[in-house]
């Protein structure tokens, strides 16, 4: 019988960083996950971006999530040994010169200051680019390669035999007397970090969960320029290649890309740059969102051996650092959950 702390299902980029929180602390733990790039965190852009949605309002917690992110980020790259974060400044060309105004406002009063690097009055003169109005440079913004951190990570807890390329069975398991026991493991809790896949697990499908695909497409360009350009959707400069998207759509929860989704992009690409470019690949995948848009994070509430931390929706790169280490904080019993994000949000509607 192989004894741990913790279990952790799925290894995702919640299911990693949960993993690296348990190991900074010491804490004995294994990871199950079914080995496969149709999850979310391997379609993922994995930009991370503290000014986000139409209105163009700070994000939820921006300036929590944002001030230790980079440094997370690099403290793992160190541990794997692999780049992983990209900072990359992103344009956000202006619709019209009301929008221009009014951020010109909104740099005097503080609060856009530690995230805005530049209000731009006039065009950027990138040849291709549209903002004839100028635009906005976003800082403390670029992208995470998550796949290259989930497949390093994982050699790792490969090497220190702690993982199993297998499909967690929920019948093969059983929770008596606050242990968990699993095909000869024993764990004293289970947590689920298994993305979608916890709309099929019948612990948490009482769970509000409202997944969403998303599609992107990989470009080639004559385009030059290391910015992020984001209107509406986003282009990303990645080595010699571009990528594109994405897509909200709640009624075809696959994985295959679309003529809609790519012809949907194109579109509303095609209002931020006047290039030639040439489709080279595309995918789609789902997202782990819920209805309210926060994280599923915590304990069952008839069975405490079993928790989940989930729910990361279109923003994975920026709120699982710090909903790890709150959480693992939680489960040593030293901090309580943000409400936002404790499902017992769900049990008290
Ligand atoms: C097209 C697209 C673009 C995106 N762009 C961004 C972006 O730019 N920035 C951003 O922050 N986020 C982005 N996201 C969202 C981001 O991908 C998610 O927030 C994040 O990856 C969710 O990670 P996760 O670990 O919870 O889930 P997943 O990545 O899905 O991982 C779950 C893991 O659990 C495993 N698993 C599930 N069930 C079982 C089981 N029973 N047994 C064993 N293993 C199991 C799966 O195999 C998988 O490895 C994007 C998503 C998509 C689809």
Redesign the pocket.
Known sequence: MKQVKYLI???????TLLSWEFRKRGIRHLV?????KD??????????NPITGRKMVKTWMADELFSGLGDYYEGLEKFIGQKIIYHKNIYRPFNSMDEQNDWQGKMSDGIYSNIIRSVHNSSLGIPGLLDPNGGLLIDRSG?VD?PTLIESYREILISDDIFVD???EGNEMTVEQGMVNYKGISAEKVIF?????ATK?RYWQHLPFRPV????IELEANFQTDLIVNRNVFLVPRGSSFIA??TYDHSQLNNEPSESGIRNIKERLNKIVDIKYKLISSW?????ATYDRRPFIGLHEKFPELGIF?G???????L?PYFAIEFVNFLLGNQRLTPEVDIDRVLRK
Not at 9 to 15: E, S
């Open positions: 299902i799925g290894q995702g980029i919640a299911g199950i996950d079914q080995v496969g999850t979310s965190s391997f379609k993922a852009a994995g930009i991370f992208y998550l297998e499909v967690f970090c298994e993305g979608v896949g697990n695909k998303g599609e992107i998207g994405s789609a995948g789902v997202r782990p989930n990361f929706g279109t923003k994975g790169v920026s699982v």
